[in-house]
């Protein structure tokens, strides 16, 4: 018999299928504090929560029965993956499933925006008649900015065409293509910034996405735009935006999530332009019972077949196979990592070559590690190994793979390639027996560099002093080599320097080195799993 904990509000008819069933037993007990939930989680095989219960690694410590946490919903935030990872638990969630609600509560606030809905519901309900506080705007002929094209975004996008809007959507995957495909203009945040007189989030909350509207962006907004947010709250630095309103740059903004949950900010929570909601943005009938349906079917099928569709950090490793490949796993992982670095955009076409001993093999799991490296650049934690491939397609990103048996130079050599608008970025890699992973191309440079997690990318003319410039520039900012490589293509031609930092080179070392006469250009790479150097 498995034990089903479900901490959080969660439809009885959609986890019918769990009560049911005569293996599984299902508590509910929404809302329980962090306290007791960590000491009654060793009782249970299977954890269900929504955005509410926050699933940290504390919490985690005692889950040693626990095997699967679902999230009856998208958004994995409030789940420590890593630490989940770490523990063996399979995080699943329902992607999909809670979109058109999403969608529609992302249309329903942009409209409330336009005609203070809220404020003007307020006042009337109390006996007053102030028909001159309440002149709203039209959406008709009014552009709106879609910040991040995904499930929600799109379909927001094609509710706001119907009401003669006309709509601007900024994603890294998006291409000209799909944009014409769905009637849009594919725009760059900057054009949002200086076009949209409504922008709207649908982004997840990851590194690259925390305090994307700040004050910068905002200062860069049209006068009296009004924002949206029911994607997650910390894509918009939440000072920033009441410094925004206050100035009277954003005319008013509808927000459904906050950086902490329940808020307290109530100098934006009762901003007299500022409507909220609860995190309401799945909370309807049918997205409820969906997301629980697709849960609980799916925890079924896990722990009845062992057959996973939805899982987020579950790694599916074949026991031969993998020996072989072993070596290579998190090496390819960190080849895409680099590569989408350098390419600082979203690619639209990869390429992936085997050659010598790897190519005999069934290279499929590492070819995932590869995507999987290059999507969670702009995907987070939501990408493993296996859903890479459908991700990739889903971005309509096209991918080649090549095996040749002859060797490369190496008993082993994979060379992984981004192409997006005759752009490109490569890396070669290998595994050296007795001395580990090396990249041993980048950009078409031959090289040899330990992946370790503090890499500098230096593009340079061949001329004499270079080398003594870039460490005495590092050395300024107390910043120690590990290693240091050059590579040219011809003697006094363009040339390449890969060095291997003893910590994190930020923006003002790289301003510091691309002033260096004969630099053309420096790049920080950071390899979050990166071989760390033994110090002595
Ligand atoms: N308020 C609520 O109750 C709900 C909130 N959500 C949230 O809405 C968000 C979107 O969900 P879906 O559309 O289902 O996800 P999705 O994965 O289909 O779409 C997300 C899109 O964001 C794009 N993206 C990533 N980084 C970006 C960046 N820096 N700039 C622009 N775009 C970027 C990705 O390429 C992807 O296309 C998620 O954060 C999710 O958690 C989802 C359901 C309900
Ligand atoms: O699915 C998501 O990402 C959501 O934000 C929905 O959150 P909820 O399940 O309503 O707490």
């Known amino acids: 018999m498995y034990k089903i904990l479900v901490s959080d509000a969660i439809s009885d008819s959609g986890l019918k299928a769990l009560y049911d069933h005569p293996n599984f037993t299902v508590d509910k007990k929404p809302g329980l504090p962090a306290e007791e939930l960590k000491i009654i989680i060793q009782n249970y095989d299977a954890l269900i929560v929504r955005s509410q219960t926050q699933v940290t690694e504390e919490i985690l410590e005692n889950a040693n029965k626990l095997q699967v946490i679902a999230r009856a919903g998208v958004g994995v935030d409030n789940i420590d993956v890593k630490a989940a990872t770490k523990k063996g638990i399979i995080v699943i969630n329902a992607p999909g499933a809670n979109t058109i609600s999403a969608a529609e509560l992302t249309m329903a606030m942009m409209m409330s925006l336009a005609r203070s809905i809220p404020q003007a519901h307020a006042s009337t309900s109390v006996g ?36 003669g809007m006309k709509i601007l959507g900024y994603d890294p995957y998006l291409t000209e293509d799909r944009a014409d495909s769905l009637g849009l203009k594919k725009a760059s945040l900057d054009d949002i910034a200086q076009e949209a007189d409504f922008i709207t989030i649908h982004t997840p909350l990851i590194k690259e996405t925390r305090g994307l509207i700040n004050d910068d962006y905002l200062a860069k907004t049209k006068q009296g735009v009004r924002i949206i947010n029911c994607a997650r709250g910390g894509i918009i630095d939440e000072a920033a935006l009441v410094r925004a309103l206050n100035s009277g740059k954003v005319a008013g903004a509808a927000l459904d999530v906050f950086e902490t949950e329940p808020s307290t900010n109530l100098e934006l929570l009762g901003h007299p332009n500022v409507i909220v909601t609860p995190h309401l943005g799945a909370s309807t009938v049918e997205a409820q019972e969906k997301v629980a349906h697709e849960v609980s079917e799916e ?46 955009e979203a690619p639209d076409n990869i390429e992936i070559n085997y050659f010598g001993e790897l190519a005999k093999e069934n290279t499929d799991l590492l070819t995932r590690t590869m995507v999987k490296g290059i999507l969670s650049y702009h995907l987070g934690d939501t990408v493993n190994l296996i859903n890479a491939h459908h991700l990739l397609k889903d971005q309509g990103v096209t991918s080649n793979v090549s095996k040749n048996p002859k060797s490369k130079g190496f008993a082993s050599y994979v060379e992984l390639t981004l192409y997006r608008d005759g752009a490109k970025s490569n890396i070669g890699a290998t595994v050296l027996n007795g001395y580990g992973a090396r990249i041993v191309k980048m950009n078409d440079y031959r090289v040899d560099v330990r992946p370790e997690p503090y890499l500098l990318y230096i593009k340079h003319h061949d001329i004499p002093g270079m080398i003594g410039r870039v460490g005495s520039t590092l050395g300024d900012f107390d910043i120690n080599i590990g290693t240091m490589q050059v590579g040219r293509s011809e003697v006094g031609g363009e040339a390449i320097m890969v060095l291997t930092l003893d910590k994190i080179a930020d923006k003002d070392v790289i301003h510091a080195l691309t002033v260096i006469r004969g630099l053309e250009y420096a790049q920080f790479l950071e390899l979050p799993n990166g071989v760390v150097p033994v110090m002595s």
């Open 128 to 163: 007053k008649w102030e028909r001159n506080s309440f002149k709203g705007v039209e959406l008709y002929e009014k552009t709106l900015g879609v910040v991040g094209m995904g499930k929600i975004g799109t379909e927001v996008a094609m509710r706001a065409k119907s009401f």
């Open 299 to 344: 925890i079924i099928e896990i722990f009845e077949t062992q057959s996973i569709s939805h899982a987020v950090n579950m790694p599916q490793i074949s026991g031969e196979t993998h020996k072989k490949l072993q070596p290579f796993i998190t090496l390819g992982e960190q080849m895409g990592m680099l590569a989408i670095q350098l390419l600082k």
